[in-house]
């Protein structure tokens, strides 16, 4: 059966919370894939649609060997790489070219090869990235790597992420793939129904430790179309006044992966691990830059602790309007075959688009490097200081 090439995770006690009753909303349903996946299809093209340019990464499941087969995440200590980077960057930039996407958020980088960075040069990447939130690298080897390969290179950066829910290249369950084909309807399907796609989230962030630098390459591409937007949340929670920001310090909020999960079971897809829900700060510190960032998204926070259902919606949805409006914090990064995209999940929301036709595939891969349980530190009046608006 299908699965659901979606967001999702697993289980650490937590206190008993009400989630079901804040304003999140998991509603990613409808980006979920197709309910039935013919993978001789999509290997074999069509009259108008050519075949999965990287068959290797066409996504697998199996509901009876997968579900409820994984156990619970266990902790694990996160080495946060971009504290030991040289911030003038000779490894990483020794040969690049640099353009800003924005004033506020993204770059362009044009001569550096990701798979061939050393060490040094992969710590850097680190610091550069959660300088810049998200980068998008050019011309890249990474796609036709052996899977194998780029795992490796992925795994410098924190454990991979197995999704509970999405398919994944046969044998390599800690690749997270989003594939639209051939006989795909999302589009047509979803905009019967709604008049917009927009899904800003974070990945993951129910998990205990949600992933930090994270990589998303192509694979296969519309002509045009199927953008992915970003945006700061470090420079989000900055925007807000000083006595907002104020008020915001020491407030926790419940993240629930259990609809994600609940949205797969009922398309028939996978539940690799049972649900779990975390409590996470709602302000988080960036370990290698000090800066402090919002940490809520539509799609997994549900609720502020100690806040009554009401208050707790008033502002979730004061934040997630305030995130979605900014466009002057938000880029638009546009995919070209041979490119690498790289977030730092910690301080940044993205959205997909579906602006694409149906039937034009459209087909990445995802490794997902997890990182520290989010923490904050205390806020302090002045310290916006040093960081561009
Ligand atoms: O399809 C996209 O543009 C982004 C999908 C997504 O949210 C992800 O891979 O984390
Ligand atoms: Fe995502």
């Known amino acids: 059966m299908a699965p659901a090439l979606v967001e999702t995770a697993p289980a650490v006690q937590q206190p008993e919370v009400n989630y079901k009753s804040g304003v999140g909303q998991y509603k990613e349903a409808a980006f979920g894939g197709p309910k039935v996946f013919k993978k001789d299809l999509e290997l074999r093209g069509t009259e108008k649609h050519a075949p999965a340019r990287y068959p290797n990464y066409l996504p697998t499941w199996d509901n009876e060997k997968e579900t409820g087969v994984y156990a619970p995440l266990e902790p694990f200590e996160h080495t946060e790489h971009g504290k030991d980077a040289d911030p003038s960057f000779p490894n990483l930039l020794k040969d690049a070219k640099v353009a800003d996407l924005t004033a506020n958020i993204g770059a362009e980088v044009h001569g550096v090869q990701l798979s061939k960075l050393t060490a040094a040069g992969k710590d850097e990447l680190a610091l550069f990235v959660a300088q810049k939130k998200v980068v998008a690298f050019r011309d890249q080897d990474f796609a036709d790597l052996p899977i194998k390969d780029a795992l490796a290179f992925g795994g410098y950066f924190g454990r991979h992420h197995i999704h509970p829910a999405s398919g994944a290249p046969e044998g390599y369950p800690e690749v997270h793939l989003v594939h639209r084909g051939t006989d795909d309807t999302t589009a047509r399907d ?147 075959p041979n490119t690498v995209v790289v977030w730092d999940n910690r301080v940044t929301a993205h959205s997909a688009l579906l602006d694409w036709d149906d039937g034009a595939r459209r087909h990445l891969a995802r490794i997902t490097p997890q990182a520290e349980a989010p923490y904050e530190t205390e806020f302090e009046e002045a310290k916006t200081a040093g960081f561009e608006y």
Do not use: C, M
Not at 246 to 258: A, E, T
Not at 262 to 286: A, K
């Open 190 to 336: 979803f905009f019967e129904e709604r008049t917009n796609s927009i899904t800003w989230h974070s990945d993951v962030t129910y998990e205990k430790q949600p992933p930090g630098t994270t990589f998303l390459y192509l694979l296969d591409g519309p002509a045009a179309g199927g953008d992915t937007l970003f945006a700061n949340q470090a420079a989000a929670y900055r925007r807000l006044s000083p006595e907002f920001r104020k008020r915001l310090h020491g407030l926790k909020v419940v993240h629930s992966g259990i609809e994600q999960a609940d949205n797969s079971r009922n398309r028939g897809g996978i539940v690799r691990r049972e649900p779990v829900t975390s409590i996470h700060p709602l302000v988080r510190t960036h370990p290698a830059t000090g800066e402090k960032a919002l940490f809520v998204n539509p799609q997994f926070s549900r609720r502020i602790i100690g806040f009554k259902k009401e208050e707790s919606d008033f502002l979730l949805n004061f934040l997630y309007d305030h995130i979605a409006k900014g466009q002057d914090f938000q880029a638009r990064v546009k995919w070209a």
